[in-house]
C-alpha cells in the first residue's frame, strides 16, 4: 500500500500546473483622431475642461451671468448626452465667443444663425458651415468617450469657395469637440481657436422646413 501511495504522489507532481506567469494581453486602440490631429490641437482638446472655466468665468465677472444662463445646456460643460452623432441634413447654426481675439474688450458675444450642412457617407460625417464670414468645414471622428465626437477641419474666410482640408493650413486649421446636449441640439467647442479668442461654441439645430409653393 504504502508502495502504491508513492506512485499516486508521483504521478500528482508530474502533471503541469497551470501558468500563473501567462496574463491576457489587452490591446488598447487609439481613437483614428488623434493620429491626424497636430500635437496642438490635441493638447487644446485635451485642456478644453479648462479652458471651459476660464472662458464662463471670464464672461461672467464682466457681467454676463443672465445671457450664459438664458443658454441652457448649451454653455454648461458636463452637459453632454449619448448619441453624439448628427443626423444628415440642414441645420442653423450660430456662434457664441468667449474673448473677442482682436483686442477688443468683449468677453461674450452673440451672432446671428447662419446655415450649416451634415453630410454622412457609410464611413464619415461631415460638417460644413454655408453662410457666414467665418465658415468651418471638416469631419467627424469617433472618440474613446462615447459621449462626444471630434471635429477636425479648417476656416474658410471671405469668398473663399474651397476650404482646405485640415492640416494643409495651420492657421486655418480648427479642432474642437461635438456634442449633443438636448433633443436635436448640439454644439460643437473649439477651445483657443485660431481667431485667438477663450472659447467658441457653435450651436447647430435643424433648419426649419420651408414649404413648397
Known amino acids: 500500500m504504502l508502495l502504491a501511495l508513492m506512485f499516486l504522489l508521483a504521478g500528482c507532481e508530474s502533471s ?4 500563473l506567469k501567462a496574463a491576457a494581453s489587452v490591446v488598447v486602440q487609439e481613437p483614428r483622431w488623434r493620429s491626424a490631429a497636430s500635437p496642438g490641437d490635441i493638447a487644446r482638446i485635451d485642456r478644453l475642461a479648462g479652458v471651459w472655466t476660464e472662458a464662463l468665468a471670464s ?3 464682466a457681467g454676463f451671468e443672465r445671457q450664459i444662463a438664458a443658454e441652457g445646456a448649451l454653455l454648461e460643460p458636463d452637459a453632454a448626452l449619448p448619441r453624439p452623432a448628427p443626423t444628415p441634413g440642414n441645420y442653423m447654426c450660430r456662434w457664441i ?3 473677442s481675439g482682436d483686442g477688443r474688450p468683449r468677453e461674450f ?3 446671428q444663425p447662419f446655415f450649416c450642412h ?6 464619415s460625417i461631415s460638417l460644413t458651415k454655408q453662410t457666414g464670414s467665418d465658415r468651418p468645414s471638416g469631419y467627424l471622428f469617433e472618440d474613446s468617450n ?5 471635429f477636425l477641419g479648417s476656416l474658410a474666410l471671405g469668398n473663399e469657395t474651397d476650404p482646405l482640408a485640415y492640416g ?3 492657421e486655418r486649421d480648427m479642432a474642437g469637440i461635438f456634442e449633443r446636449v438636448g433633443p436635436l441640439r448640439f454644439r460643437l467647442v473649439v477651445p483657443r481657436p485660431q481667431t485667438g479668442s477663450i472659447l467658441e461654441v457653435l450651436e447647430l439645430t435643424p433648419a426649419p422646413v420651408q ?3
Open 146 to 150: 462615447v459621449r462626444r465626437m471630434i
Open 118 to 123: 451634415v453630410g454622412a457617407t457609410d464611413d
Open 211 to 213: 414649404s413648397e409653393e
Open 16 to 19: 503541469p500546473g497551470p501558468d
Open 59 to 61: 464672461a461672467r465677472s
Open 109 to 111: 458675444t452673440v451672432y
Open 168 to 170: 494643409e493650413d495651420s
Open 97 to 99: 465667443r468667449f474673448g
